[in-house]
């Protein structure tokens, strides 16, 4: 691997950057035909009923084959995972951890429900809403064509996910992920700051998972 990209992934915090390199090289082990996209989706028949257990994970790493749409959501769930991470939870890589893993399982309990068999881009969509809520006054251009203020990235990226698609399935699970960011944006800086007067349960890492991570 060349040093400039070695050093570009070495700079971005590790959390980001696991996910990251997992989804790019289950997108290039579909593209090579070593796996299929078959094997990597996630139903409750296939992963309980038969024990594949591993579609609990894989159906978060596979953002589809490689083009323009893969391109869009790494882009985006790389740059705003990375701000999060680096701001939000800088020094705090089990509690952004706990929120993702915590994210996962409610897109696993909603994805009979949608019939959504790939959840990578409604996890991706996670940080991103969560970010953009915590940064409601940052100003964002898209494409150099348009300016937003960060609480409607989400949103628009929706919309260009619908143009890139033609089809409203893929806009719908990115707005199921908008709803879980929302979910954990509210129990995390409304309900956990005006009802609970600190942080709750769902906001701090388990020890286990700490220690996991290095940070006991």
């Known amino acids: 691997m060349p040093v400039g990209v070695e050093a570009w992934l070495t700079q971005i ?13 289950t997108s290039i082990g579909v593209q ?22 591993w579609r609990g994970i894989t159906t978060f790493l596979y953002f589809g084959p490689l083009g323009i749409d893969f391109v ?8 705003y995972s990375r701000m999060l991470e680096e701001s939000s939870f800088a020094n705090k890589k089990a509690d952004y951890l706990w929120l993702l893993i915590l994210s996962a399982i409610i897109l696993l309990g909603l994805s009979p429900m949608f019939n959504l068999p790939f959840l ?7 940080p991103i809403y969560f970010w953009s809520r915590r940064h409601p006054s940052t100003q964002i ?14 949103i628009a990226l929706v919309g260009f996910s619908w143009i890139l698609n033609g089809s409203w399935r893929a806009a719908a699970s990115d707005l199921v992920g908008c709803a879980v960011g929302h979910l954990w944006w509210f129990l995390w800086d409304v309900w956990g700051r005006e009802m609970v007067g600190g942080p709750g349960f769902w906001s701090q890492a388990p020890e286990p998972l700490r220690r996991l991570v290095g940070e006991e």
């Open 120 to 126: 990578s881009s409604p996890l991706a969509f996670v």
């Open 141 to 154: 251009s898209l494409f150099g064509l348009i300016t937003i203020t960060a609480p409607y990235l989400p």
């Open 13 to 25: 915090p590790p959390i980001t950057r696991g996910w990251l390199l997992l989804a790019v090289a």
């Open 72 to 79: 869009f959501h790494m882009f985006f769930f790389m740059r």
């Open 32 to 53: 090579c035909q070593l796996v299929t996209p078959l094997q990597l989706y996630f139903s409750v028949q296939a992963a309980v009923q038969k024990a594949e257990l």
